[in-house]
């Protein structure tokens, strides 16, 4: 079935940098864009970046431009998140979702379980 | 960037009656090609959002036909025709005609009466 599976969660001081795994299972990986959505405790969600199913086009919001790297290896399956710079604010649950086929209206059509993201000194 | 508000933000049902859900946008959904790309995501207690509504009305595989979405332009509802048990969580509105960003409303929970 289809399956996303996020890893690489824990509690690290602000300044510090940490990298979150979303693997892949049941679809075809590289026929897919990609999104990272976080939603920080008892809020809302809250969308963090995207990419294309090659890697060529990455978007981010403006809250984590410049600190946080979205990418991916389709040879693995896998879809990555780099943060840089963490702040207090960053910390989330992080989740990978898969970007839907023009058939199903694009969006956020599947969903991983998430990795929670515990920024504190 | 494209604001989301949803209304209420507090919803008590009592089980078998109906809920309505309103999310309104900032600017109209409809993008260049004439499509409207909103969604609507429950989020069950301790679970992971899931897709239940796409391009305002299309239901997902697997979602129940008591749940439907309408609207146009920048007015949208989410209506659960008889509400069960298994609904309670939060919902949410996103449009991803204008991105990036994708945008969400600020959820609605749900919570039986």
């Known amino acids: 079935q289809v399956q996303l599976v996020e890893s690489g969660g824990g509690v690290v001081q602000p300044g510090r940098s940490l990298r979150l795994s979303c693997e892949a299972s049941g679809f075809t990986f590289s026929t897919y864009g990609m999104h990272w959505v976080r939603q920080a405790p008892g809020k809302g969600l809250e969308w963090v970046a995207i990419i294309w199913s090659h890697g060529n086009n990455k978007y981010y919001a403006d809250s984590v431009k410049g600190r946080f790297t979205i990418s991916r290896d389709n040879s693995r399956n896998t879809l990555y998140l780099q943060m840089e710079s963490l702040r207090a604010d960053d910390t989330a649950v992080y989740y990978c979702?898969?970007?839907?086929?023009?058939?199903?209206?694009?969006?956020?059509?599947?969903w991983g379980q998430g990795t929670t993201v515990t920024v504190a000194s | 960037d494209v604001v989301m508000t949803q209304s209420p933000l507090s919803l008590p049902v009592t089980l078998g009656q109906p809920a309505s859900i309103s999310c309104r946008s900032s600017?109209?959904?409809?993008?260049?090609?004439?499509?409207?790309?909103l969604n609507w995501f429950q989020q069950r207690p301790g679970q992971s959002p899931r897709r239940l509504i796409y391009k305002v009305s299309n239901r997902d595989s697997g979602v129940p036909e008591r749940f439907s979405g309408s609207g146009s332009g920048t007015d949208f509802t989410l209506k659960i025709s008889g509400v069960e048990a298994e609904d309670v969580g939060v919902y949410y509105c996103m449009q991803n005609s204008h991105w990036p960003p994708y945008t969400f409303g600020q959820g609605t929970r749900l919570e039986i009466k």
């Open positions: 979702a898969r970007e839907g086929s023009s058939s199903s209206g694009y969006g956020m059509d599947v």
């Open positions: 600017q109209s959904l409809v993008d260049s090609e004439g499509n409207t790309y």
